[in-house]
């Protein structure tokens, strides 16, 4: 399949203004809609450290994240604000995306409705920690970088560097992830210092200007560094530490179970065949984040934000656009229905008890009744 791109031959017309600004409204109304209180793990603490001007949690700290919420005399009411502008941009962004790649919009509107419903995106928009941005920035960093690949103009890659730069600020770890992928479309022959020279002096500028204040906020809180509440965290939960155990297969199904409940309908568009470019992309977006969510550590699966776009971009880039439309349209359908469907499984089983707390404990019932207990805990609430 060509990876020539679709809006660079004949630029935007009016339907993709028409879809981009309907997938827009879409998103906007769906979250303002099942817009609820203070909610979530680091939410109620993000809201806490910008009320006593620390701006900072546990490392690594979420400090651009903390003060863009401190823009607001209310806290709670501005850390909604930007949860619900980044889901309303990401997804048209995510459908512009998909245009560079396939000339077919109703693939790309499906692929975006798609995006911008999966649960636990839907979760994420609602609640009041920092998973949401990572709905815009991978993927606008990603549009970006095919624009310079298309085009060769340093307006381009700096826009590239900077949408992955302020994805990293807001969420570090998620920046660690992508890395290798941005690294990869970094251009490799030719004249490659002026590109390589813009995108790494605006990565070095944006990290400075987070990281200095962040390390100074948790020495002063005397916070243990990310690299110490990693290790933790795995020699509790990582199999790599202790194994098949029931902790470490609960950490595996964490990730496991979402993604077959967010994403096994797209396995018929997923196995086609597509261009070597994208398979890598694929592969790049996806597999570091989700080896590690595996094999070290994930307690919510809307951690995988920042790499559930790869599924959506297999089917949009695959050979049979056909089959892609389809099944990401069920996939939009059918994670609209979990979300606000969902409700517990009766009964102790096993089975019952992974379905309620990995599932669907991030859908609206959850929202609802602001489920904060944990599989250890086994408490439902009713």
Known sequence: ??????????????????????????????????????????????????????????????????????????????????????????????????????????????????????????????????????MLFPALALLCALRWQQTQRLPWMAAWSLAAATGFALRPSDGVFLLPLWLYLLPRKGNVARPWGLFAAIQIVVFLLWRIPTARALAAAHQPGSGALILLSMRTVSPLFLGFTGRSLANMARVVLPTIAGFAVLLPAIVARRSVEDRNIAVLWLLPGLLFFLLCYIADPHYMLCLYGAWFWLAVTGSAPRRAFVCLLLCAALNAVLFLSARPI???????????????????????????STLGNGQVPL
Request: with cysteine; charged share 15%; hydrophobic share 40%.
């Open 1 to 134: 399949m060509s990876t020539t791109s679709h809006l660079g031959r004949h630029g935007y017309r009016g339907t993709d203004l028409t879809c981009v600004l309907s997938l827009a409204l879409l998103v906007l109304v769906s979250r303002v809609a099942e817009r609820g209180g203070l909610y979530f793990v680091d939410g109620p603490r993000i809201v806490d450290s910008i009320r006593n001007g620390t701006y900072t949690i546990q490392s690594p700290g979420y400090w651009a994240f903390a003060h863009l919420g401190g823009l607001f005399r209310d806290p709670v009411a501005g850390l909604a604000f930007w949860n619900i502008l980044f889901s309303t941009l990401g997804v048209p962004v995510f459908y512009l995306l998909c245009r560079e790649r396939q000339s077919s919009r109703a693939v790309c509107f499906a692929a975006a409705l798609a995006y911008g419903f999966t649960y636990f995106a839907w979760f994420a928009g609602e609640i009041h920690s920092s998973y949401a941005s990572q």
């Open 346 to 372: 009766g009964g102790e089983s096993n089975s019952a008890r992974l379905v309620n707390f990995y599932v669907v404990k991030y859908c609206r019932y959850g929202l609802q009744h602001q489920w904060s």
